[in-house]
Nanobody
Framework: QVQLVESGGGLVQAGGSLRLSCAAS????????MGWFRQAPGKEREFVAT????????DYADSVKGRFTISRDNAKNTVYLQMNSLKPGDTAVYYC?????????????????WGQGTHVTVSS
């Protein structure tokens, strides 16, 4: 089992940027796809972004396309989520997750390991 630790959350004004990081333990990080999900207060968890094992394939929720960028550094066992042009609607707890497979996936059922989450609050 892999341990995932998110960081980089915080309070930012609308239009601002944040960069989330997710550090993974274990030597098999580079073999699996990774994803970011978020859960806003009173709402279900939703998909945000995913990246394949090599970083060659990515996918995004429509709500964040053009604003968020997912990337990974397999040498550092870390996946990132660069968030630009943030909106109040982006306020949520953001979770990173490790997929069962090497291919990117938008389905939460494709992920087996989850981090504790990091809070992102965007003020208007």
């Amino acid at each position: 089992q892999v341990q995932l630790v998110e960081s980089g959350g915080g309070l930012v004004q609308a239009g601002g940027s944040l960069r989330l990081s997710c550090a993974a333990s274990g030597r098999t990080f580079s073999s699996y796809a990774m994803g970011w999900f978020r859960q806003a207060p009173g709402k279900e968890r939703e998909f945000v972004a995913t990246i394949s094992w090599s970083g060659g394939n990515t996918d995004y929720a429509d709500s964040v396309k053009g604003r968020f960028t997912i990337s990974r550094d397999n040498a550092k066992n870390t996946v990132y989520l660069q968030m630009n042009s943030l909106k109040p609607g982006d306020t949520a707890v953001y979770y990173c997750a490790r997929a069962k497979y090497s291919s990117a996936s938008i389905k939460s059922s494709s992920y087996t390991d989850w981090g504790q989450g990091t809070h992102v609050t965007v003020s208007s």
